[in-house]
T-cell receptor, first 116, second 112 residues
Framework: NAGVMQNPRHLVRRRGQEARLRCSPVKGHSHVYWYRQLPEEGLKFMVYLQKENIIDESGMPKERFSAEFPKEGPSILRIQQVVRGDSAAYFC??????????????FGPGTRLTVT | EDQVTQSPEALRLQEGESSSLNCSYTVSGLRGLFWYRQDPGKGPEFLFTLYSAGEEKEKERLKATLTKKESFLHITAPKPEDSATYLCAVQAWGDSNYQLIWGAGTKLIIKP
């Protein structure tokens, strides 16, 4: 009964490099959400994806950040030309398909990105 | 603007000393309120969902309640392993009804 998996758990990048964060949702979940958490702060919504579709990216910076959830494989959050301010914990969550009701989101362990 | 405020920011209790955490919210229309627990270095762990005022849910030493303005997470006779940050989030009716609006959390420390 695998939950949400994220890798890597820790990632160190120098300024200007690219960071790729991967998320495999709970088996059977078709909705993926990415959040960012800064120390001592709450979670901030970044992007919501379904398979092959970005539904809402309103919380994601327009430059340098992109996300995808392909038909096959994990969801990827990509940060180009990282800066020190990108240092944070990035969490992925998944939920089943939303029908008449809605479902709680289940979180992965996070990827801690450090930009040096 | 939809908003979630949690209090206190931090709470230190002796083992066995019961208390409550507060989550106040302002949303245009509440679809659901969620409680999560987060341990250091880990992702949030789902605890409860509450949908309507008057609803209560329990799990071991935790009990969550909901009114039209706030939710309480009551902790009865806590143990050191209950130490964690407790997060509250709300989901509102509307076009972006999948979004969770999060509070900053209450850091709970239970001393043996």
């Amino acid at each position: 009964n695998a939950g949400v998996m994220q890798n890597p758990r820790h990632l160190v990048r120098r300024r200007g490099q690219e960071a790729r964060l991967r998320c495999s949702p709970v088996k059977g979940h078709s909705h993926v959400y990415w959040y960012r958490q800064l120390p001592e702060e709450g979670l901030k919504f970044m992007v919501y994806l379904q398979k092959e579709n970005i539904i809402d990216e309103s919380g994601m910076p327009k430059e340098r950040f992109s996300a995808e959830f392909p038909k096959e494989g994990p969801s990827i959050l990509r940060i180009q030309q990282v800066v020190r301010g990108d240092s944070a914990a990035y969490f992925c969550a998944s939920s089943p398909a939303l029908k008449a009701g809605f479902y709680e989101q289940y979180f992965g362990p996070g990827t801690r990105l450090t930009v040096t | 603007e939809d908003q979630v405020t949690q209090s206190p920011e931090a709470l230190r209790l002796q083992e066995g000393e019961s208390s409550s955490l507060n989550c106040s919210y302002t949303v245009s229309g509440l679809r659901g309120l969620f409680w999560y627990r987060q341990d250091p270095g880990k992702g949030p762990e789902f605890l409860f969902t509450l949908y309507s005022a008057g609803e209560e849910k329990e799990k071991e030493r935790l009990k969550a309640t909901l009114t039209k303005k706030e939710s309480f997470l009551h902790i009865t006779a806590p143990k050191p392993e209950d130490s964690a940050t407790y997060l509250c989030a709300v989901q509102a009716w509307g076009d972006s009804n999948y979004q969770l609006i999060w509070g900053a959390g209450t850091k709970l420390i239970i001393k043996p």
